[in-house]
């Protein structure tokens, strides 16, 4: 048995793909039903046994109606889904339409989508330009099928799928108490932990400035004035034995 997929191409027909699609639509909503899969995927077997090939979308329609014929319609619209995300990913290119709307104007999803970015200035449009490759590729090639389905439709928001692709932090709440009190590492060099308040400050502005090099989002330091406490103090006791130095 011969299966005629969209492109032309003609590869041997396979029973369990069909009980995996639907599985994945039954266990989107959480109605695992074994049985069912099972029985629609041999009634288009014996489809395709007799027909000996079979043009793969006649098989998706056969499931779509199928299910509904098991009285499983929100099995078959979820399957309708899935199909409909997969058959995007196949597109070698999906991007230029949202890439010229961005210049006009228009691609308001995508202008709004990040308050810190003015959207109509150049190098933001050259970044989000950027950004709307890799939303296709992550779309297409990284994302899972049943996240992407629930983003489209509303069901959940996937923040920033721009950056999905690349090994990075969103916003970061770094241990800069920790940093400054044992000391750390900048730029492969040791840092020592600071002797005074301007130092510390001083060494706290390059941590800020690391952790933005390796995230895309923001960043806080979690009670500062405590974290910058001790090196005040000592500040404090330096100046104070200076004047009494000076004093005496």
């Known amino acids: 048995m011969i299966v005629i997929k969209r492109d ?3 590869v041997d027909f396979d029973k369990s793909k069909i009980i995996v699609a639907i599985s994945k639509a039954q266990h989107s909503l959480l109605k695992d039903n074994e049985k069912i899969a099972n029985a629609i995927a041999e009634e288009i077997t014996q489809e395709a046994l007799m027909l000996q090939e079979i043009d793969i979308k006649r098989i998706e329609k056969m499931v779509f109606d199928l299910l509904v014929k098991h009285k499983q319609k929100d099995v078959a619209r979820a ?4 199909r409909a995300v ?3 990913r196949r597109i070698t290119n999906t991007s230029d339409k949202d890439i010229l709307e961005l210049i006009a104007g228009s691609n308001k999803e995508t202008i709004n989508e990040n308050s810190n970015k003015d959207a109509y200035i150049i190098p933001t449009q050259r970044d989000l330009m950027a950004g709307e490759i890799s939303k296709d590729i992550a779309r297409r090639k990284l994302i899972p099928i049943d ?3 629930a983003h489209d439709k509303g069901v959940l928001h996937l923040h920033d799928i721009d950056y999905q692709l690349q090994p990075m932090n969103n916003c970061g709440l770094p241990d800069f108490k920790d940093m400054l009190s044992n000391g750390t590492v900048i730029n492969k060099k040791k840092i020592e932990s600071p002797k005074s308040f301007q130092v510390a400050c001083t060494v706290l502005s390059q941590l ?3 952790v933005a090099s390796s995230q895309y989002g923001g960043q806080t330091a979690n009670h500062i004035e405590e974290i910058l406490a001790p090196y ?3 500040s404090k006791q330096k100046y104070e034995k ?3 130095n ?3």
């Open 246 to 248: 000076e004093k005496n």
């Open 232 to 234: 005040l103090r000592k």
């Open 242 to 244: 200076m004047f009494q």
């Open 79 to 82: 399957y309708e889904g899935y």
């Open 147 to 149: 996240i992407m389905e």
């Open 208 to 210: 800020f400035a690391v």
């Open 8 to 10: 032309g191409r003609k």
């Open 86 to 88: 997969r058959e995007y």
